[in-house]
């Protein structure tokens, strides 16, 4: 069983900046896709961002390109969501999960964590 544990939210004025990290349980971190995805409520839980095993490759999501930067260090089995120049829109829990695919879909992940709260005040 994969766990994973999101830290890193907050509440930040519009504007802020935020550092979401995402732990991964087990020796095989490497050969997972890493997505970040967000909940709003009573709103479906959407795709924001992708990142390869290898980290060279990522995606995100057209209303966060530009101000949302995916990494991840396999050494310490993280993956990390920066978020600048944060809008009141950005306010969701936001959670990390596990692919063997490089997808946008949640539904081609795998294991999910619990989540992190970030609400951005204007």
């Known amino acids: 069983q994969v766990q994973l544990v999101e830290s890193g939210g907050g509440l930040v004025q519009a504007g802020g900046s935020l550092r979401l990290s995402c732990a991964v349980s087990g020796s095989t971190f490497r050969t997972y896709v890493m997505g970040w995805f967000r909940q709003a409520p009573g709103k479906e839980r959407e795709f924001v961002g992708v990142?390869?095993?290898?980290?060279?490759?990522?995606s995100y999501a057209d209303s966060v390109k530009g101000r949302f930067t995916i990494s991840r260090d396999n050494a310490k089995n993280t993956v990390y969501l920066q978020m600048n120049s944060l809008k009141p829109e950005d306010t969701a829990v936001y959670y990390c999960a596990t692919s063997r695919y490089y997808a946008y879909s949640r539904d081609r992940y795998d294991y999910w964590g619990q989540g992190t709260q970030v609400s951005v005040s204007s």
């Open positions: 990142i390869s095993g290898s980290g060279g490759m990522t």
